[in-house]
């Protein structure tokens, strides 16, 4: 299926790569290409989106996302592929705020991506839906539903800093999904660029599919050879940044220049000049060495294991100086698959409920198969449009208006509009076909992962649900004034439906509201859309720790009641004995006598409240080792509750008291070489106990998984903490265990 794509772009022969095998001279593996230099233009301005949309064969679509590390350059190669596709009439800049994909407030002030935004262009006569996705580790998770419904990917790495953190983080998602790629190393135009180190951190670091292949080699000015006594000249001039002007496309062994000309004169990269590659070319024989080594990497592979994730193209330019944007349109269209070119989709089909029961199987989806199946991958508000549901079709069609069966939920809607998304702005669709990506409006109740089918299809079949990574940071939220209370539970229900990271707890101790996310910044961003979204008033505050308290020793008390309520006299005794007990026993009830609910009833309110930091008393066992009523026609259940009461609270003296803080057993994921640090970290600043250190199954590969007990007081802000210590590689889960 990407062989006659390989082949109509002068891949190299299985003849090639056997005579690179046997060494023989590299000139005898270039295909003829004709020579003479052509301008190109960009494509003429897009389709209307109607006709985008419509006419546009499963084998001519691609479901593309960008992703890298954090301002590695993907919504500036965003914005260059709009351009030149011709769908915007100026290239949008991340730092003024004009971007397209970048289009909410919270992007444009920080300069970065929060979410993923979804636009189609028009290339080749193909139809390309391409997402731009965060590149923060904060929104790991928008990523995550993202690449979820991709048929490819493109990774930008950044040529100076190379494989980074986050790059490691899409990567691997890449990987659990299947999703084929290609790299495109970005900004070859700064100072400390290397190609050679970006390709060797690839190979060390970027694991599960096959090895890089470059297929460009950069062009770098002057143009043309400089004059003998220019030379020395040049080449100091030029050591520090050489300006990247174009590359040479190794399979065809053509060059793609950009004129600075052209440049300086508004085209922005628009045109440039491709031709074939001449001895003349002061880079002709290291782009000759590069294509020759090219040849001998594939002659290691043959056709079904380089198309088997052996390998991935490498591309390279400059996205901000307009540089080597347009082959990678062509590189998604040449390497990357349509929806028809991968695999069918697998289903499980569970036994329905009011049926004899049985085993669920597991079944497969393909693209021309008549009835309708999508998955819901995103719930986004929109103010014009209210709640909007991203679905990728995977099979037949679903029409504007139609009512559709949610499997996941087992109930019908329907789906008042079908709308094409560009970012945020959006054109009306007749219907959404199999490998495509669309908004639909009106759903009440459809979540993030659902499995949606033909109105007739009531079957009990489940695509792959999309699941979202632990939450990691927690801060209380609180509205501004009491009238916002309300507006504030109902805004919480509708950002959690957006945001499945997004979890809220409510803390009965505390009795405050709890917000856990990703990071500080996701908070951050959750309550600005709070305010600026759902029109709620209200702000982030510290998370108070609910502290526990407990008796260290144990501790006879007797008391004597003898007071006038009312005209009632009340008289009793008690003696009760107080001893810790172990965390695993809790505060057991064993009060079997005839009076016991009233003294349980007493105790437990005084445990309620000890009288260190307030926290409710536990592992503790109280006996009743004698209880005297004088009065027994005058003394109540009253009397009883009230000397409980008062008793336990008297033995509750500060010198056998301690408190107990809450515990969680945690594993942090770094690599090897910051295994020493993170365990000085736990051990030192937050008191932690390490219980074990699991070191990578094989050197060089994976992560290390430190195990350890720490205090809930140290967990907070820990994974800033821990991305800074890690340059962002690594991360944590945690999960309560108790109290100590």
Known sequence: MLRPRLASRGWPTAAERAGASRRLSPRSCFPAVPSGGRAYASSSPPPAPSALSRGVPITAIRNVGIIAHIDAGKTTTTERMLYYVGHTRAIGNVDSGTTVTDYLDAERARGITIVAASIPMAWRGHRINLIDTPGHVDFTAEV?????????????????????????????????????????????????????????????????????????????????????????????????????????????????????????????????????????????????????????????????????????????????????????????????????????????????????????????????????????????????????????????????????????????????????????????????????????????????????????????????????????????????????????????????????????????????????????????????????????????????????????????????????LFGKVMRADLTITITPRHPAYANAEDLDAHDDSALRSGLLGAVTRGPLVGGCLVQVHVTVDDLTLYDAKKSDLGTCRSIAHRCLKAAMRPPVMAVLQPWSRVHVHVGPAHVGKLTRHLTGAMKAEILEVVEPAAEGAGLATIIAKAPAKGLIGFSTVLRSLTTGVGHFQYEFIGYA
């Open 144 to 564: 995550e539903r993202a690449i979820r419904v991709l048929d490819g990917a493109v990774v930008v790495v950044e040529a100076v800093a190379g494989v980074e953190a986050q790059t490691l983080t899409v990567w691997d998602q890449a990987n659990r999904f299947g999703v084929p790629r290609l790299v495109f190393v970005n900004k070859m135009d700064r100072d400390g660029a290397s190609l050679p180190r970006a390709l060797a951190s690839m190979q060390q670091r970027l694991r599960g599919w096959g090895v890089p292949l470059l297929l460009q080699h950069p062009i770098h000015a002057p143009l043309h050879p400089p004059a003998a006594a220019e030379a020395s000249a040049a080449a100091a001039a030029s050591a520090s940044a050489p300006a990247l002007c174009g590359v040479v496309d190794l399979v065809r062994f053509e060059a793609a220049i950009w004129d600075p000309a052209e440049e300086a004169a508004s085209d922005r990269g628009r045109l440039y000049t491709q031709r074939t590659v001449t001895p003349q070319d002061p880079w002709y024989a290291a782009a000759r060495a590069a294509r020759a080594q090219l040849v001998e990497q594939l002659a290691e592979h043959d056709d079904a294991v380089t198309l088997a994730q052996a390998v991935f193209p490498v591309l390279c330019g400059a996205s901000y100086r307009n540089v080597g944007v347009q082959p990678v349109l062509d590189a998604i269209l040449d390497y990357l698959p349509s929806p028809a070119d991968r695999p069918p989709i697998q289903a499980t089909l569970t036994p329905e409920p009011l049926n004899p029961p049985g085993q669920a199987s597991v079944v497969t989806v393909n693209h021309g198969d008549p009835q309708f199946v999508g998955l819901a991958f995103k719930v986004q508000h929109d103010a014009e449009h209210g709640p909007i549901v991203y679905v990728r079709c995977y099979a037949g069609q679903l029409a504007s208006g139609a009512v559709f069966y949610n499997a996941s939920l087992r109930q019908k809607e329907r789906a008042m509009k079908l709308l094409e998304p560009y970012a945020d702005q959006f054109d009306v669709l007749p219907v959404l076909s199999a490998g495509n990506i669309c908004a639909i409006t009106g759903t009440k109740n459809v979540r993030t992962g659902d499995t949606l089918l033909a109105a007739q299809d009531m079957r009990s079949l489940h695509l792959e649900s999309i699941h979202m990574p632990p939450p990691v940071f927690q801060q209380s939220i609180v509205p501004v004034s009491s009238l916002d209370e309300k507006k504030l539970d109902n805004a919480l229900e509708a950002l959690m439906r957006e945001d499945p990271s997004i979890h809220v707890v409510r803390d009965a101790d505390t009795g405050q509201t709890l917000l856990n996310g990703m990071g500080e910044l996701h908070l951050e961003v959750s309550t600005d859309r709070l305010r600026q979204v759902h029109g709620v008033t209200c702000e982030l505050g510290p998370v108070e720790i609910s502290y526990r308290e407990t008796f260290t020793a144990p501790v006879t008390e007797k008391l004597s009641l003898n007071r006038d």
